[in-house]
Protein backbone atom coordinates (compact mmCIF):
# COMPACT_ATOMS: atom_id res chain seq x y z
CA UNK A 1 0.00 0.00 0.00
CA UNK A 2 2.00 3.77 -1.12
CA UNK A 3 1.94 5.21 2.43
CA UNK A 4 3.97 1.86 3.50
CA UNK A 5 5.88 1.75 0.56
CA UNK A 6 7.40 4.98 1.09
CA UNK A 7 8.04 4.32 4.93
CA UNK A 8 11.45 6.40 5.59
CA UNK A 9 14.13 8.88 7.17
CA UNK A 10 11.31 11.80 6.97
CA UNK A 11 9.02 9.72 9.44
CA UNK A 12 11.81 8.50 11.64
CA UNK A 13 13.12 12.23 11.93
CA UNK A 14 9.74 13.38 13.33
CA UNK A 15 9.29 10.70 15.30
CA UNK A 16 12.70 11.05 17.05
CA UNK A 17 11.58 15.10 17.62
CA UNK A 18 8.75 13.56 19.93
CA UNK A 19 11.05 11.23 21.62
CA UNK A 20 13.41 13.76 22.50
CA UNK A 21 10.33 15.64 24.47
CA UNK A 22 9.62 13.17 26.15
CA UNK A 23 5.76 14.06 25.33
CA UNK A 24 3.51 11.75 23.92
CA UNK A 25 0.50 13.23 24.57
CA UNK A 26 -1.06 15.80 22.88
CA UNK A 27 -2.34 18.21 24.99
CA UNK A 28 -0.80 20.90 27.59
CA UNK A 29 2.78 20.44 28.90
CA UNK A 30 3.97 23.70 27.03
CA UNK A 31 6.81 24.15 28.87
CA UNK A 32 8.36 21.06 28.30
CA UNK A 33 7.35 20.33 24.43
CA UNK A 34 9.71 22.92 22.61
CA UNK A 35 6.93 23.24 20.71
CA UNK A 36 6.19 20.07 19.40
CA UNK A 37 2.56 19.25 18.45
CA UNK A 38 2.38 16.41 15.88
CA UNK A 39 -1.25 16.36 16.12
CA UNK A 40 -2.11 19.93 15.49
CA UNK A 41 0.38 19.65 12.54
CA UNK A 42 -1.18 16.25 11.07
CA UNK A 43 -4.14 18.13 11.34
CA UNK A 44 -3.36 21.67 9.49
CA UNK A 45 -1.37 18.71 6.49
CA UNK A 46 -4.90 16.99 5.92
CA UNK A 47 -6.57 20.42 6.25
CA UNK A 48 -4.15 21.49 3.11
CA UNK A 49 -5.12 18.11 1.34
CA UNK A 50 -8.81 18.79 1.81
CA UNK A 51 -9.80 22.24 1.90
CA UNK A 52 -11.56 21.23 5.04
CA UNK A 53 -12.17 24.45 7.46
CA UNK A 54 -11.83 21.95 10.40
CA UNK A 55 -9.50 18.48 11.10
CA UNK A 56 -9.83 16.61 14.42
CA UNK A 57 -6.86 13.57 14.64
CA UNK A 58 -8.19 10.80 17.01
CA UNK A 59 -7.01 7.09 17.48
CA UNK A 60 -8.65 5.49 14.43
CA UNK A 61 -10.88 5.56 11.42
CA UNK A 62 -13.27 3.48 13.20
CA UNK A 63 -13.05 6.11 16.08
CA UNK A 64 -13.35 9.11 13.61
CA UNK A 65 -16.72 7.47 12.29
CA UNK A 66 -18.52 7.19 15.77
CA UNK A 67 -16.94 10.65 16.27
CA UNK A 68 -18.67 11.90 12.93
CA UNK A 69 -21.82 10.51 13.68
CA UNK A 70 -22.33 11.60 17.00
CA UNK A 71 -21.11 14.96 16.85
CA UNK A 72 -23.19 15.26 13.35
CA UNK A 73 -26.18 14.57 15.31
CA UNK A 74 -26.88 10.72 15.46
CA UNK A 75 -27.86 8.64 18.19
CA UNK A 76 -30.11 6.13 19.92
CA UNK A 77 -32.90 4.98 18.10
CA UNK A 78 -31.95 6.79 14.43
CA UNK A 79 -32.39 5.10 11.31
CA UNK A 80 -29.28 5.62 9.57
CA UNK A 81 -28.68 4.25 5.55
CA UNK A 82 -25.64 2.49 4.97
CA UNK A 83 -23.85 0.18 2.17
CA UNK A 84 -23.55 -3.19 2.37
CA UNK A 85 -19.90 -2.52 0.43
CA UNK A 86 -17.81 -1.52 3.28
CA UNK A 87 -15.29 -2.12 5.79
CA UNK A 88 -17.27 -3.44 8.71
CA UNK A 89 -16.51 -0.55 10.54
CA UNK A 90 -18.84 1.65 9.34
CA UNK A 91 -21.45 -0.81 10.50
CA UNK A 92 -20.10 -1.16 13.99
CA UNK A 93 -20.18 2.42 14.26
CA UNK A 94 -23.39 2.78 13.34
CA UNK A 95 -24.75 0.23 15.78
CA UNK A 96 -22.36 1.27 18.46
CA UNK A 97 -23.80 4.99 18.73
CA UNK A 98 -27.23 3.37 19.03
CA UNK A 99 -28.37 3.52 15.88
CA UNK A 100 -30.22 1.60 13.05
CA UNK A 101 -28.69 0.57 10.47
CA UNK A 102 -30.84 0.33 6.87
CA UNK A 103 -28.71 -1.22 4.23
CA UNK A 104 -29.36 0.28 0.61
CA UNK A 105 -28.07 -1.25 -2.96
CA UNK A 106 -24.76 0.24 -4.80
CA UNK A 107 -24.21 0.20 -8.08
CA UNK A 108 -21.35 0.31 -10.20
CA UNK A 109 -19.68 3.16 -8.68
CA UNK A 110 -19.23 0.60 -6.03
CA UNK A 111 -20.77 3.05 -3.58
CA UNK A 112 -24.68 3.69 -2.53
CA UNK A 113 -26.59 5.08 -5.25
CA UNK A 114 -29.35 7.65 -5.56
CA UNK A 115 -31.67 5.10 -6.32
CA UNK A 116 -30.60 2.37 -3.86
CA UNK A 117 -31.39 5.16 -1.02
CA UNK A 118 -34.62 6.81 -2.43
CA UNK A 119 -35.75 2.72 -2.08
CA UNK A 120 -35.10 2.65 1.61
CA UNK A 121 -35.92 5.96 2.16
CA UNK A 122 -38.86 5.84 5.08
CA UNK A 123 -39.85 9.33 7.11
CA UNK A 124 -38.15 8.30 9.97
CA UNK A 125 -34.23 7.97 7.76
CA UNK A 126 -32.19 10.48 10.07
CA UNK A 127 -29.37 10.27 7.71
CA UNK A 128 -26.88 8.30 5.57
CA UNK A 129 -23.80 6.93 6.25
CA UNK A 130 -22.42 7.01 2.95
CA UNK A 131 -19.08 5.58 2.39
CA UNK A 132 -16.91 6.57 -0.60
CA UNK A 133 -15.22 2.80 -1.55
CA UNK A 134 -11.84 1.76 -2.60
CA UNK A 135 -10.33 5.27 -3.73
CA UNK A 136 -13.16 6.41 -5.44
CA UNK A 137 -16.38 8.44 -5.19
CA UNK A 138 -19.96 8.16 -4.53
CA UNK A 139 -22.31 9.65 -7.49
CA UNK A 140 -22.56 12.80 -5.34
CA UNK A 141 -24.76 14.65 -7.69
CA UNK A 142 -27.30 12.39 -7.37
CA UNK A 143 -27.33 11.82 -3.89
CA UNK A 144 -27.04 15.50 -2.79
CA UNK A 145 -30.52 16.31 -4.14
CA UNK A 146 -31.70 13.53 -1.26
CA UNK A 147 -30.09 14.77 1.56
CA UNK A 148 -31.24 18.49 0.85
CA UNK A 149 -35.13 16.89 -0.15
CA UNK A 150 -35.17 15.17 3.09
CA UNK A 151 -33.43 17.00 5.43
CA UNK A 152 -30.89 14.28 6.15
CA UNK A 153 -28.22 14.12 8.08
CA UNK A 154 -25.52 12.89 6.12
CA UNK A 155 -21.91 11.52 7.13
CA UNK A 156 -19.37 10.69 5.00
CA UNK A 157 -16.88 7.88 5.64
CA UNK A 158 -13.90 8.21 3.26
CA UNK A 159 -11.86 5.66 5.25
CA UNK A 160 -10.18 4.39 2.09
CA UNK A 161 -10.41 7.84 0.23
CA UNK A 162 -8.64 10.61 1.80
CA UNK A 163 -6.86 12.62 -1.24
CA UNK A 164 -9.97 11.54 -3.53
CA UNK A 165 -12.56 14.33 -4.40
CA UNK A 166 -16.03 14.96 -6.50
CA UNK A 167 -15.57 17.66 -9.09
CA UNK A 168 -13.35 20.02 -6.85
CA UNK A 169 -15.12 18.87 -3.46
CA UNK A 170 -13.28 16.79 -1.29
CA UNK A 171 -15.07 13.46 -0.28
CA UNK A 172 -15.91 13.66 3.94
CA UNK A 173 -17.04 17.28 3.13
CA UNK A 174 -19.95 16.47 1.11
CA UNK A 175 -22.15 16.54 4.51
CA UNK A 176 -22.12 17.58 8.27
CA UNK A 177 -19.20 15.59 9.17
CA UNK A 178 -16.42 13.05 7.25
CA UNK A 179 -13.78 10.68 8.38
CA UNK A 180 -10.48 9.21 6.81
CA UNK A 181 -8.67 6.55 8.12
CA UNK A 182 -4.78 6.26 8.24
CA UNK A 183 -4.49 2.55 9.50
CA UNK A 184 -1.77 0.47 7.81
CA UNK A 185 -3.90 -0.08 5.04
CA UNK A 186 -4.79 3.18 3.54
CA UNK A 187 -2.76 5.25 1.41
CA UNK A 188 -1.35 7.51 3.97
CA UNK A 189 -1.02 5.87 7.61
CA UNK A 190 -0.03 6.91 10.93
CA UNK A 191 -0.04 3.22 11.85
CA UNK A 192 -3.10 3.93 14.01
CA UNK A 193 -4.84 6.88 13.60
CA UNK A 194 -7.97 8.84 11.79
CA UNK A 195 -9.67 12.16 11.30
CA UNK A 196 -12.24 13.82 11.54
CA UNK A 197 -13.15 16.89 9.36
CA UNK A 198 -16.16 19.48 8.42
CA UNK A 199 -16.74 22.81 7.62
CA UNK A 200 -18.88 23.44 10.80
CA UNK A 201 -17.99 24.63 13.75
CA UNK A 202 -20.63 23.32 15.99
CA UNK A 203 -19.62 20.03 14.68
CA UNK A 204 -15.88 20.46 15.18
CA UNK A 205 -16.27 21.57 18.70
CA UNK A 206 -18.74 18.65 19.71
CA UNK A 207 -15.82 15.82 18.21
CA UNK A 208 -13.10 17.78 19.94
CA UNK A 209 -15.23 17.46 23.12
CA UNK A 210 -16.35 14.15 22.73
CA UNK A 211 -13.35 12.17 21.62
CA UNK A 212 -11.36 13.68 24.28
CA UNK A 213 -14.12 12.99 27.58
CA UNK A 214 -15.87 15.98 27.08
CA UNK A 215 -13.16 18.35 27.64
CA UNK A 216 -13.85 21.46 25.88
CA UNK A 217 -10.29 22.63 25.74
CA UNK A 218 -10.81 26.39 26.30
CA UNK A 219 -8.18 27.36 27.74
CA UNK A 220 -4.45 26.45 27.95
CA UNK A 221 -4.97 23.75 31.17
CA UNK A 222 -6.47 20.57 29.57
CA UNK A 223 -8.41 19.10 31.73
CA UNK A 224 -9.05 21.49 34.75
CA UNK A 225 -11.48 23.45 31.86
CA UNK A 226 -15.71 22.89 31.38
CA UNK A 227 -17.21 19.53 30.45
CA UNK A 228 -19.88 20.37 28.21
CA UNK A 229 -20.87 16.69 27.13
CA UNK A 230 -20.86 13.71 27.66
CA UNK A 231 -16.99 12.15 25.94
CA UNK A 232 -15.06 9.37 25.23
CA UNK A 233 -11.21 8.55 24.76
CA UNK A 234 -10.31 8.45 20.99
CA UNK A 235 -7.14 10.64 21.61
CA UNK A 236 -4.26 9.96 19.27
CA UNK A 237 -1.13 9.71 20.38
CA UNK A 238 1.79 12.26 19.77
CA UNK A 239 3.84 9.14 17.71
CA UNK A 240 1.15 8.43 16.01
CA UNK A 241 0.30 11.45 14.75
CA UNK A 242 3.98 12.27 13.78
CA UNK A 243 3.92 9.96 11.67
CA UNK A 244 0.93 10.84 9.85
CA UNK A 245 1.94 14.25 9.47
CA UNK A 246 4.48 13.29 7.27
CA UNK A 247 2.66 10.36 5.72
CA UNK A 248 -0.25 13.08 4.82
CA UNK A 249 2.76 14.96 3.24
CA UNK A 250 3.21 12.64 0.88
CA UNK A 251 -0.24 11.98 -0.76
CA UNK A 252 -0.01 14.26 -3.77
CA UNK A 253 3.08 12.65 -4.58
CA UNK A 254 1.09 9.17 -4.27
CA UNK A 255 -1.89 10.14 -5.79
CA UNK A 256 0.76 11.31 -8.73
CA UNK A 257 2.29 8.43 -9.10
CA UNK A 258 -0.96 6.04 -8.40
CA UNK A 259 -2.62 7.79 -11.43
CA UNK A 260 -0.21 7.38 -13.93
CA UNK A 261 0.00 3.61 -12.98
CA UNK A 262 -3.74 3.16 -12.65
CA UNK A 263 -3.94 4.45 -16.53
CA UNK A 264 -1.36 2.89 -18.19
CA UNK A 265 -2.75 -0.57 -16.43
CA UNK A 266 -5.97 0.24 -17.67
CA UNK A 267 -5.11 1.08 -21.14
CA UNK A 268 -3.49 -2.32 -21.37
CA UNK A 269 -6.32 -3.68 -20.14
CA UNK A 270 -9.39 -1.83 -21.51
CA UNK A 271 -8.93 -4.03 -25.13
CA UNK A 272 -9.59 -7.58 -23.40
CA UNK A 273 -13.21 -8.91 -23.86
CA UNK A 274 -14.76 -9.47 -20.61
CA UNK A 275 -12.74 -6.32 -19.19
CA UNK A 276 -14.73 -3.72 -17.87
CA UNK A 277 -14.01 -1.20 -14.96
CA UNK A 278 -16.22 0.52 -12.16
CA UNK A 279 -17.64 3.96 -12.38
CA UNK A 280 -15.88 6.63 -11.48
CA UNK A 281 -17.70 9.65 -11.40
CA UNK A 282 -15.13 11.83 -11.48
CA UNK A 283 -11.79 10.38 -12.85
CA UNK A 284 -9.90 13.12 -12.13
CA UNK A 285 -10.69 13.26 -8.42
CA UNK A 286 -9.61 9.68 -8.18
CA UNK A 287 -6.73 8.50 -5.62
CA UNK A 288 -6.29 5.53 -7.53
CA UNK A 289 -5.18 3.60 -5.18
CA UNK A 290 -7.49 0.78 -6.95
CA UNK A 291 -8.23 -0.69 -9.80
CA UNK A 292 -11.34 -2.20 -10.14
CA UNK A 293 -12.48 -4.39 -12.71
CA UNK A 294 -15.73 -5.87 -13.44
CA UNK A 295 -16.36 -8.90 -15.20
CA UNK A 296 -19.38 -9.85 -16.94
CA UNK A 297 -20.88 -12.11 -14.20
CA UNK A 298 -19.92 -13.96 -11.00
CA UNK A 299 -19.21 -17.58 -12.40
CA UNK A 300 -16.98 -15.62 -14.46
CA UNK A 301 -15.36 -13.62 -11.88
CA UNK A 302 -15.03 -16.82 -9.73
CA UNK A 303 -12.96 -19.04 -12.88
CA UNK A 304 -10.95 -15.72 -12.93
CA UNK A 305 -9.95 -15.42 -9.64
CA UNK A 306 -9.18 -19.05 -9.39
CA UNK A 307 -6.80 -18.39 -12.58
CA UNK A 308 -5.03 -15.55 -10.82
CA UNK A 309 -4.58 -17.80 -7.46
CA UNK A 310 -2.83 -20.24 -9.93
CA UNK A 311 -0.75 -17.83 -11.66
CA UNK A 312 0.02 -15.79 -8.66
CA UNK A 313 -1.10 -12.66 -10.25
CA UNK A 314 -3.05 -11.69 -7.03
CA UNK A 315 -6.18 -9.45 -6.96
CA UNK A 316 -9.29 -10.06 -4.82
CA UNK A 317 -12.78 -10.39 -4.89
CA UNK A 318 -14.65 -9.33 -2.08
CA UNK A 319 -17.19 -12.62 -2.39
CA UNK A 320 -15.05 -15.41 -2.66
CA UNK A 321 -12.55 -14.32 0.28
CA UNK A 322 -13.63 -13.34 3.54
CA UNK A 323 -12.14 -9.59 3.65
CA UNK A 324 -14.62 -8.32 5.76
CA UNK A 325 -16.38 -6.00 3.43
CA UNK A 326 -19.57 -7.36 2.57
CA UNK A 327 -22.46 -8.41 3.89
CA UNK A 328 -22.29 -11.77 3.10
CA UNK A 329 -19.79 -11.94 5.74
CA UNK A 330 -21.82 -10.25 8.78
CA UNK A 331 -23.83 -12.71 9.89
CA UNK A 332 -22.95 -11.51 13.45
CA UNK A 333 -24.23 -8.33 12.03
CA UNK A 334 -27.50 -9.45 10.70
CA UNK A 335 -28.34 -11.36 13.88
CA UNK A 336 -27.12 -8.79 16.12
CA UNK A 337 -24.42 -10.25 18.09
CA UNK A 338 -22.74 -8.28 20.56
CA UNK A 339 -20.59 -9.10 23.38
CA UNK A 340 -23.75 -6.94 25.30
CA UNK A 341 -27.12 -5.63 24.21
CA UNK A 342 -26.80 -3.48 21.64
CA UNK A 343 -30.17 -0.75 21.27
CA UNK A 344 -30.86 -2.25 18.02
CA UNK A 345 -32.24 -5.31 20.00
CA UNK A 346 -34.39 -3.27 22.00
CA UNK A 347 -36.18 -0.67 19.26
CA UNK A 348 -36.54 -3.62 16.70
CA UNK A 349 -34.42 -3.41 13.29
CA UNK A 350 -35.74 -1.53 10.34
CA UNK A 351 -35.07 -4.09 7.87
CA UNK A 352 -35.24 -8.25 8.38
CA UNK A 353 -31.68 -8.37 8.51
CA UNK A 354 -31.61 -12.02 7.39
CA UNK A 355 -33.93 -12.02 4.71
CA UNK A 356 -32.77 -8.82 3.00
CA UNK A 357 -33.02 -8.84 -0.83
CA UNK A 358 -30.05 -7.15 -2.33
CA UNK A 359 -29.73 -8.11 -6.05
CA UNK A 360 -27.78 -5.20 -7.60
CA UNK A 361 -25.20 -5.59 -4.82
CA UNK A 362 -24.82 -8.89 -4.79
CA UNK A 363 -24.46 -8.77 -9.37
CA UNK A 364 -22.11 -6.20 -8.78
CA UNK A 365 -19.26 -7.74 -5.82
CA UNK A 366 -20.00 -11.21 -7.58
CA UNK A 367 -18.38 -9.12 -10.87
CA UNK A 368 -15.81 -7.12 -8.95
CA UNK A 369 -11.79 -7.65 -8.67
CA UNK A 370 -9.73 -5.38 -7.32
CA UNK A 371 -6.40 -4.71 -7.69
CA UNK A 372 -3.92 -2.74 -5.02
CA UNK A 373 -2.40 -0.20 -7.04
CA UNK A 374 1.71 0.32 -5.80
CA UNK A 375 2.97 3.78 -6.07
CA UNK A 376 6.96 2.53 -6.58
CA UNK A 377 5.70 0.28 -9.41
CA UNK A 378 7.59 0.78 -12.54
CA UNK A 379 6.39 0.78 -16.40
CA UNK A 380 7.52 -3.10 -16.91
CA UNK A 381 5.69 -3.66 -14.04
CA UNK A 382 3.19 -2.65 -14.49
CA UNK A 383 3.04 -4.22 -17.82
CA UNK A 384 4.03 -7.51 -17.28
CA UNK A 385 0.78 -7.78 -14.57
CA UNK A 386 -1.08 -6.54 -17.65
CA UNK A 387 -0.09 -9.19 -19.57
CA UNK A 388 -0.37 -12.11 -16.81
CA UNK A 389 -4.10 -10.45 -16.40
CA UNK A 390 -4.75 -10.60 -19.66
CA UNK A 391 -3.43 -14.17 -20.22
CA UNK A 392 -5.66 -15.76 -17.19
CA UNK A 393 -8.71 -13.48 -18.69
CA UNK A 394 -8.47 -14.98 -21.96
CA UNK A 395 -8.51 -18.03 -20.86
CA UNK A 396 -11.29 -18.04 -19.40
CA UNK A 397 -13.34 -16.23 -21.81
CA UNK A 398 -11.97 -18.91 -23.87
CA UNK A 399 -12.73 -21.66 -22.32
CA UNK A 400 -16.42 -20.25 -21.63
CA UNK A 401 -17.08 -20.55 -25.58
CA UNK A 402 -16.04 -24.14 -26.12
C1 LIG B 1 -10.22 1.27 7.13
C2 LIG B 1 -11.61 1.70 7.20
C3 LIG B 1 -12.22 2.07 8.42
C4 LIG B 1 -11.56 1.82 9.74
O1 LIG B 1 -10.40 2.51 9.92
P1 LIG B 1 -9.40 2.07 11.12
O2 LIG B 1 -8.42 3.20 11.08
O3 LIG B 1 -8.81 0.77 10.74
O4 LIG B 1 -10.18 2.04 12.36
C5 LIG B 1 -13.50 2.56 8.40
N1 LIG B 1 -14.19 2.67 7.26
C6 LIG B 1 -13.66 2.30 6.06
C7 LIG B 1 -14.48 2.47 4.83
C8 LIG B 1 -12.37 1.80 6.01
O5 LIG B 1 -11.88 1.39 4.83
Not at 74 to 100: H, K, M, N, Q, S
Request: charged share 20%.
Amino acid sequence: MPGTELYGAAEKKEIEEVLQTGIFFRYNHENVRNDIWKAKEFEEEVKKITGAKYAHAVSSGSAAVIAALTSAGIGTGDEVIVPPFTYVATIEAVLLVGALPVFAEIDETLCISAEGIRKVLTPKTKGICLVHMCGGMANMDEIMPIVKEYNLILVEDAGQAFGASHKGTAVGLFGKAGCYSFDFFKIATAGEGGVLVTNDEATYKLADSYTDHGHDHIGTNRGMEQHPIIGFNYRISELHAAIGKVQTARVPDIIESNNRNKKLLTELLSKTEGISFATLVDPSGDSATFLNMLLPDTTTAKAVVDEFNKAGVGGFNYWFINMYHFINQWEHVKQLKAASKLPAEVFGTPQGYNDLQLPKTQEVIGRLISFGIRCTWTEDEVKTLAKNIIACVEKVVVAEKA
